[in-house]
């Protein structure tokens, strides 16, 4: 066992991409805890996903044994975490374990929103912060401004502030040795009942939950029997273990320390993230305050391509859920699509990843219906009923209102772009608050706007504007009153339900407009005319028609080479594309796909 | 010829054309290659282009080759361009024809002519040689679209082409037309259906522009020429049968228009599935259930017969279920229809059936299925195609 004064638990956070991962492949290195044989580029970016992404999805903890330069030896636990904004949950998470945190900035873009919500959620952690300056070999680095801003952000001095390459390795004895020095150890009662919080949580198809845990008070041993406080849950300890990064069985961890707990239990429900581990013999009767569950952003319909597959989804998703607590799902029919689900994402690259993930682990052809944000409906009987999907939506004469979510968002960008910024917000129906600035170059806008306006094609829209300067960061604000409606887009006069959606009434004609004039192009022509309408109600805003088919015929002289005209038509066959019938209209599947990528 | 003139989508005269064996004679050679076709052709200057007789010669040997008798109800001259040949030599192939095979004494005796190699001594020579019917491919009246079609005659060379033929006492007179070229207007093709009707065939037969891979049409379409377009295409089609129903010309097959009596014999067997035998550079047969095909390369084919062998490139036979398929589908270019059979109720009972049927594209009378709308026959064809035999 380590003392907890030679403990040191800290995560890395940062905006994404300024090199949290490459930082902890250094300080992997550095501590001797992977030779440079093993080295790969993100080393803990473990996921397939993770490596062809080149993003951080999951957040991760390893051990790290260090000698001081006083010769002293420490335990670092360190958890790297994501830096996009759909996975800040997987941030507090981690900063809840840890005493300190590594708030890296990339020298070169400087401070940015995530660096800004992360540094936040630290403090409001009453967490030790490291400031570092990253990346400061590149010839565009900049690192006197960012150490200036990070520390303007702290509150602390430039000279507070780390100076390193990740890529180089240039500068990570100075933090090593800072986090020896200006992070605390951990605070525990080692001879008090056990007290250990479960950060993280996943499913392994042999073992079971593995949970990771952060032991807070007292210690925990193999075989013996513990408490999982929320769910009432005794069990034994199976195995006990640490990842270096290999994993590495141990006996105990003690207090301060972090590691991995596996008990034999399969049900996930059962071990939740943020429940407390106390001992059954001498039980604590204070568990650890734990989390709020994440709260899904964005809803959109899953259905299998295939309808068959509808139970593999099922299973898919279960098992999925397993490893992503912040997936929630229920089953939904379609009228166009059948059966499947309901799924309520983080985010648009949270729902990009588990579509993903669905495809590829779980090989299902899915269909993906336009995301949608959480409404509620206030009736006119006076009940407020949520509203995930269009379909949720009373019609007109039952609804009183209809409430939408707004988001606290805070962008930050160069000053030159506040006006192209200030566009766009006010486009997407946003309020103006309040405006600092970081330095005399970069500003800090704050604004409440409908959650609606900024999942969708927000971010790409104020990347290319302010030429990818912006960053953007967003958190849930309340619910508003605002003029909604549902446009149902109607195919030969049958409302298509994956099509509907709910919009401001402004957009609904755009909507409306695009969305009839994409499938126009989209849907083969039939054996009759289609008309194609958006509409509003029974008001319709747009409409185009797919005329009918007139030829598909050889109306040329083949003469008796039959054989070979009956091949080609057979070939034909086969290259006909997978469709599905709504009402008496053949929809290819790449029509849905399509037609839902629609950018407004 | 029948003694009674009978309506040429009678569904008698389907059921009758299912018994009728044919012979198909290809003569591949044309003073030059138009652009759009993919026929097999031997063009002026092209090597063999000028070996004519050995040609002859070598379709005689094929013919020895084919077991006899199959007494012939109709034979068709087709190409290429037979009027290329001398009467002689097409005589003396029409009577290799009858030796082996038999031919019936009211036999269709057909030709494919282009108008430009016409003349009244020619054609006296050909009724002379045994030919009742003459096909001219005029194609258009447009001097525009004759020109976009590589063609090497005049609006009035294919008038006369016909006056010619009828004083030369031809029964049935045929002229093809080629239909949609993205240079023909609709003016264009009215006045070229009009000049055609007017001249009084009583024989139509009407052929969307096709563009085929390997073509010089299909190598400018590609680089970005026009290409003829469906529904064009469709409004011709249409426009052209109103004015043929108008004086009494009867479609029995998509393209295909006649007189009562004077239907084709060959076409409408073809599509009834009845059997032939064929002669000649990429000629295809269908004799005892199956279908065999001859090498397109005119040497290779002389040569093979030269040596005493049958010039195949491939064959396919088809039995029990998969021939009525074919029956069905095949025969749903008639307008007459086809008889359901298993696969026809089958098909009529699928989903696609059904959906077909709804949307009028077929039609289900006293146990026959006819494509209500001609112009969509392949995409019915397709769906019979997913019928299999478990669904019989
Ligand atoms: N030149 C240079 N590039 C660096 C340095 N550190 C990281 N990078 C590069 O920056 C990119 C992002 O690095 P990551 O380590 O994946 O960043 P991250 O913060 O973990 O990203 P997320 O987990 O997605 O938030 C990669 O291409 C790294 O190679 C550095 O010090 N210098
Ligand atoms: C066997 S072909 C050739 C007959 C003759 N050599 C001629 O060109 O007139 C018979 C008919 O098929 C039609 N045809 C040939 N190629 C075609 C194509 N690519 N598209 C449409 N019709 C075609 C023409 O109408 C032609 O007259
Ligand atoms: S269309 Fe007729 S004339 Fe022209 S090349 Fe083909 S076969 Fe010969
Ligand atoms: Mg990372």
Not at chain 1, 179 to 198: K, M
Not at chain 1, 515 to 541: C, K, N, Y
Not at chain 2, 46 to 68: C, H, K, N, Q, W
Request: glycine content about 8%; some cysteine; aromatic content about 6%.
């Amino acid at each position: 066992m380590t003392a907890p004064s030679r403990i040191r638990n800290f995560s890395i956070i940062a905006h994404i991409d300024h090199g949290k991962s490459t930082l902890a492949d250094r300080l992997l290195e550095r501590t001797g805890a992977i030779s440079e044989r093993d080295m790969r580029a993100q080393m803990l970016d473990e996921m397939d996903l993770e490596r062809e992404r080149g993003i951080t999805i999951k957040a991760n903890a390893v051990r790290l044994d260090y000698i001081a330069a006083s010769g002293e030896s420490y335990q670092f636990n360190l958890i790297d975490t994501p830096g996009h904004v759909d996975f800040s949950y997987e941030v507090s998470r981690s900063l809840e374990a840890c005493e300190g945190a590594v708030l890296v900035v990339d020298a070169s873009q400087g401070v940015e929103a995530q660096t800004l919500a992360n540094a936040y959620l630290a403090i409001e952690g009453g967490l030790e912060i490291i400031p570092v300056v990253n990346k400061i070999d590149l010839p565009a680095a900049d690192p006197d401004r960012a150490a200036a801003e990070v520390a303007g952000v702290l509150g602390g001095t430039a000279d507070e502030v780390i100076r390193v390459s990740a890529k180089t390795g240039e500068g990570i004895e100075d933090l090593l040795e800072a986090i020896v020095e200006r992070l605390p150890a951990p605070e525990g009662v080692e001879d008090a009942p056990l007290r250990a919080l479960v950060f993280d949580s996943f499913y392994d198809t042999y073992r079971g939950v593995v949970s990771h845990i952060r032991v807070v008070d007292g210690s925990i041993t193999k075989r013996e029997p513990v408490r999982f406080m929320a769910t009432d849950l005794d069990v034994d300890v199976d195995e006990l273990g640490i990842r270096r990064p290999a994993t590495e069985e141990i006996d105990r961890l003690t207090t301060g320390e972090v590691g991995y707990l596996i008990t034999g239990v399969k049900e996930i429900d059962l071990i939740r993230v943020g429940d407390t581990v106390t001992d059954v013999t001498a039980p604590t009767d204070e568990a650890l305050p734990g989390y709020r569950e994440p709260k899904p952003m964005v809803f959109s319909g899953l259905f299998p391509t295939d309808g068959d597959d509808f139970e593999r989804l099922r299973e898919a998703l279960e098992k999925l859920r397993l490893n992503d607590s912040s997936l929630v799902y229920q089953p939904e029919t379609s009228r166009a699509l059948g059966f499947g689900f309901r799924v309520g994402f983080l985010g648009l690259l949270h729902m990009e990843i588990v579509r993903e993930r669905l495809e590829r682990e779980y090989d299902l052809d899915l269909v993906a219906t336009a995301p949608s944000v959480a409404y509620r409906a206030n009736l006119a009987s006076g009940e407020q009923i949520p509203v995930r999907s269009p379909q949720d939506l009373p019609d007109a004469a039952a609804l009183a209102s209809i409430e939408e979510p707004f988001v606290k968002v805070m962008i930050i960008t160069p000053s030159e772009f506040i006006g192209t910024v200030m566009d766009l917000v006010q486009q997407r129906r946003g309020v103006m608050g309040e405006m600092t600035y970081l330095s005399p170059e970069r500003a800090e806008l704050h604004y409440r706007m409908p959650l609606a306006e900024i999942v969708f094609d927000f971010f790409d829209q104020l990347k290319s504007k302010t030429r990818g300067y912006a960053s953007l960061d967003y958190e849930p604000d309340d619910y508003q009153i605002s003029d909604l409606v549902r446009v149902n887009i109607l195919l030969n006069g049958v409302p298509v339900d994956a099509f509907s959606t709910i919009v401001h009434r402004e957009k609904a004609y755009m909507y409306g407009k695009a969305m009839v004039s994409r499938l126009r192009e989209l849907i083969p022509r039939q054996l009759f005319d289609v008309p194609v309408q958006a509409a509003i109600g029974t008001r319709i805003i747009s409409r185009e028609t797919i005329k009918a088919r007139r030829k598909d015929v050889t109306a040329k002289c083949y003469g008796g080479d039959i054989t070979r005209k009956r091949k080609l038509l057979e070939r034909q066959k086969e290259g006909k594309r997978r469709m599905k019938m709504v009402g008496q209209v053949e929809v290819p599947q790449e029509a849905f796909v399509a037609a839902l990528k629609l950018d407004m | 010829m029948t003694d009674r003139p009978v309506s040429p989508d009678s569904v008698a005269l389907a059921a009758q054309a299912s018994s009728w064996r044919s012979a198909y004679v290809h003569v591949p050679f044309c003073a030059r290659r138009c652009p759009y076709c993919d026929f097999a052709v031997v063009a002026a200057g092209e090597p063999g282009a000028e070996e004519t007789g050995r040609y002859v010669d070598a379709l005689i040997g094929e013919i020895g080759l084919e077991s006899g008798p199959f007494p012939i109800e109709a034979v068709n001259f087709g190409g290429g361009t037979p009027t290329r040949l001398d009467p002689h030599d097409l005589e003396r192939i029409l009577i290799a024809l009858r030796d082996r095979f038999g031919l019936a004494s009211d036999a269709e005796v057909s030709i494919e002519a282009n108008p430009e190699d016409w003349s009244p001594r020619y054609a006296a020579a050909l009724r002379e040689a045994g030919f009742n019917r003459v096909s001219f491919g005029v194609q258009s009246f447009d001097p525009e679209v004759l020109a976009y079609l590589g063609r090497r005659h005049s609006p009035d060379q294919a008038e006369r082409a016909v006056t010619v033929a009828r004083s030369a006492g031809f029964d049935t007179i045929n002229i093809d037309l080629i239909y949609g070229a993205p240079v023909e207007t609709d003016p264009s093709w009215a006045s070229t259906v009009d000049r055609a009707l007017t001249l009084g065939p009583e024989h139509l037969s009407a052929y969307a522009l096709t563009v085929e891979g390997g073509t010089e049409l299909s190598r400018s379409v590609r680089d970005g020429a026009p290409a003829p377009d469906g529904d064009v295409q469709a409004d011709r089609w249409e426009s052209l049968a109103a004015a043929a129903s108008s004086i009494g010309l009867v479609r029995y097959e998509i393209s295909n228009w006649a007189t009562p009596g004077h239907a084709c014999r060959y076409n409408l067997s073809t599509w009834a599935m009845g059997e032939f035998v064929a002669f000649g550079t990429g000629a295809h047969d269908h004799r005892d259930g199956t279908r065999a095909r001859n090498v397109r390369r005119l040497d290779a084919y002389v040569e093979r017969v030269e040596r005493g062998e049958r010039p195949r490139s491939g064959s396919e036979h088809l039995d029990g279920f998969e021939r009525k398929r074919e029956r069905f589908m095949v025969g749903l270019r008639l307008a007459a229809g086809v008889e359901a059979g298993s696969v026809g109720t089958a098909f009529l009972e699928s989903a696609e059936g059904r959906r077909l049927l709804d949307a009028r594209v077929i039609e289900s009378i006293d146990g026959r299925v006819r494509v209500g709308r001609p112009l969509l026959t392949d995409l019915v064809a397709r769906s019979v195609l997913s019928v299999s035999e478990e669904d019989c």
